[in-house]
């Protein structure tokens, strides 16, 4: 998705945008520019990659003040005309916007009615051409009487020749102000930053930010208001690949930690194993869960782990078709969950539930991030930042959280319950021993890179793995992958079985065992091969599967986590041995901020 960087300062601002560019480059983008005031503005664009425009740039830039973005396309193909940095009639107003302005096209044909010429076929190209309209000697003010005129989501940073300031603006985009020392930055998310500050401001929905190297002054409706400061906790190290080929086998790798991290906050080593950190009183009496993508099979078996564990009925939805639905959510308290908390699905959901007056109970990855200022309560993920597009160890962190807001709730039996919390201090170390299998899971995975279509099967809490491991591969691959709960395979699935067509078996030591051994059973005799997931000592899995990956012991409740982990490894090895490019899959973007 499109990001936004910004920079006013002591130093030349063309080489810290490209910087600051690279670091976003994760989040995905077909085209990108800066636009720098040197005296006049210089822009340079095109639909090429951040280190390709640096290689068309003259060698110095001249101006201490620029702007600089990574586009995704939705309004316009990625061409050089329809890359930002947007420009006004008089090429003196640069401006870089992440959103969708609604009512563009009424905009367009009005400004055009009024002499202003249009060169791309973007929406955000009215910006430059509103504030050139109400420009009368004062940016921040212009800026303002545009975007009142303006309908949609929007962050915003406006750059005019001759000035040493940048004026910035939000609503429902994100955008944060990063501090140093007579400099300061702007940017969408916070990896762009990291190398030079670790001190931010988040803007507010409605804020106009006025942003010069000696400090930030905030409005809101004309009148200034005060943004609190935050330090970052990620490091520069975090967002960087510490020597793995790629982000996402170090976030694959970096998954025994984030689990430390993330439980360190509920389970105290020096504490009786049930004593939990909880959320407070937390109706038990309906549950819904919502989220998109991986978030929403983290929300899946959360869902299967709560009506294990409370036996009440728990619904998990898709954020992105839960506004769609006629009928009101009917409960008093939600968990919505979204790694980069910014997912337009996801926000949209969360104002639909507040609207109902429900609370809305946040699982995020990202401080300050749109969805945990929305929320009632937020829980973060301490899985530090993720720039591998595919998610992993966000996922996992996911679930952790889930396992927190569960466990002390879980009408169950002390000594159950302590066996779960002794259970959970000892996951890291078992998914280590998962990591550590990795060489076997690449052999297998060598194989899996030949084939045209793979299914995924699983049972009860592993159906929902089933998919993600079907996600997994698809994105990162491109390999056609379904996930499928292993009974619903024959019928309709089975029609498409056979040598060619390889099935990933997860079998848990849970009430599904039998059923499990029974779907193989059924699948070796439509001839497809059978990879089966299976916990060690399990002899009978060996003999109906054609290989196994073998993973250690654990409660069933925990199951999907290692099962995830293994299927992640599969992925990335599949994906590797096909040589595709693990961590910028084609057409996907990290945090999918537009509808
Ligand atoms: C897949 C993946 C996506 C995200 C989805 C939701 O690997 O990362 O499916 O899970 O776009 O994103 P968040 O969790 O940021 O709301």
């Known amino acids: 998705m499109c990001g936004i960087v910004g920079y006013v300062g002591r130093r030349q601002a063309g080489p810290v945008l490209l910087n600051c560019l690279g670091k976003l480059e994760y989040r995905g983008y077909d085209s990108c520019g800066i636009a720098v005031s040197s005296g006049d503005l210089v822009v340079y664009k095109d639909a090429i990659r951040v280190k390709a425009l640096a290689e068309t740039l003259p060698r110095s ?56 010429h249009f060169v791309s076929e973007t929406d955000t190209e009215v910006i430059p051409h509103l504030i050139e309209k109400y420009y009368a000697g004062d940016l921040a003010k212009a ?85 609190e400061r935050h330090t970052i906790s990620w490091t520069v190290e975090d967002a ?34 049930a004593h939990l950190a909880t959320m407070g009183d937390i109706s038990l009496e309906e549950i819904l869960i919502l989220a998109c993508g991986t978030s929403y099979h983290a929300a899946l078996i959360g869902k299967y782990l709560m009506e294990e564990l409370f036996k009440v009925a728990v619904r998990a939805e898709l954020a992105s078709e839960f506004s769609y639905s006629g009928r009101a959510s009917s409960v008093s308290r939600a968990i919505v969950i979204t790694q980069s908390g910014e997912t337009a699905d996801a926000l949209k959901a969360i104002r639909k539930l507040k609207g109902e007056g429900c609370q809305v109970i946040v699982i995020t990855n990202v401080v300050g991030s749109t969805a945990s200022r929305l929320a009632d309560q937020t829980v973060y993920t301490r899985a530090g930042p993720e720039i591998s597009v595919a998610a992993t160890k966000s996922f996992i962190a996911q679930l952790m959280a889930l ?5 002390p709730y879980a009408k169950i039996d002390i000594r159950r319950l302590d066996g779960l919390v002794m259970e959970l201090r000892q996951l890291p170390g078992k998914v280590q021993r998962v990591l550590d299998s990795e060489a076997t899971i690449s052999e297998y995975a060598r194989q899996l890179a030949r084939c045209e279509d793979v299914f995924f099967i699983g049972r009860g809490i592993n159906f929902p793995v089933a998919l993600e491991g079907a996600l997994k591969l698809k994105e990162i691959s491109y390999i056609h992958a379904e996930g499928y709960a292993a009974g619903e395979l024959k019928h309709g699935p089975f029609a498409l079985l056979g040598r060619e067509t390889p099935v990933v078996a997860i079998v848990a030591q849970d009430n599904t065992y039998e059923a499990m051994l029974t779907s193989i059973k059924e699948v070796k005799a439509r001839h497809s091969p059978v990879l089966a997931l299976a916990e060690e000592g399990d002899e009978v899995v060996g003999e109906v599967a054609d290989s196994v990956i073998t993973l250690p012991r654990v409660d069933a409740l925990f199951s999907p986590v290692l099962n995830a982990v293994a299927l992640q490894l599969l992925a990335y090895y599949t994906a590797r041995e096909r040589g595709c490019p693990i961590d910028f899959p084609r057409n996907l973007a990290k945090s999918v901020t537009v509808e």
């Open 143 to 227: 800026v303002e009487l545009a975007l009142g005129e303006v309908e949609g989501s929007y962050a915003i940073a406006v750059l005019m020749s001759g000035e040493s300031r940048l004026v910035v603006a939000r609503k429902d985009s994100p955008l944060i102000i990063g501090i140093g020392d007579r400099e300061n930055f702007i940017a969408s998310d916070v990896p762009a930053i990291l190398d030079y500050t670790s001190q931010v401001l988040y803007l507010e929905d409605g804020d106009i930010g006025v942003v010069t190297p000696g400090g930030v002054e905030v409005s809101q409706h004309g009148k200034v208001v005060r943004r």
């Open 403 to 407: 396992y927190w807001l569960a466990l």
């Open 240 to 273: 960087q690949k510490g020597g793995y080929e790629h982000f996402m086998l170090k976030e694959i790798h970096e998954q025994p930690k984030v689990i430390r991290d993330t439980i360190g906050g509920y389970v105290s080593a020096a504490e009786p194993p």
């Open 61 to 116: 830039i001249e101006g201490k003040a620029g702007i600089g973005h990574t586009r995704w396309a939705t309004h316009g193909e990625p061409s050089q005309v329809n890359a930002h940095p947007h420009c006004d009639c008089t090429g003196r107003i640069a401006v870089v916007h992440n959103g969708v302005i609604s009512n563009f096209q009424k905009l367009r044909e009005q400004l055009s009615g009024e002499g202003h």
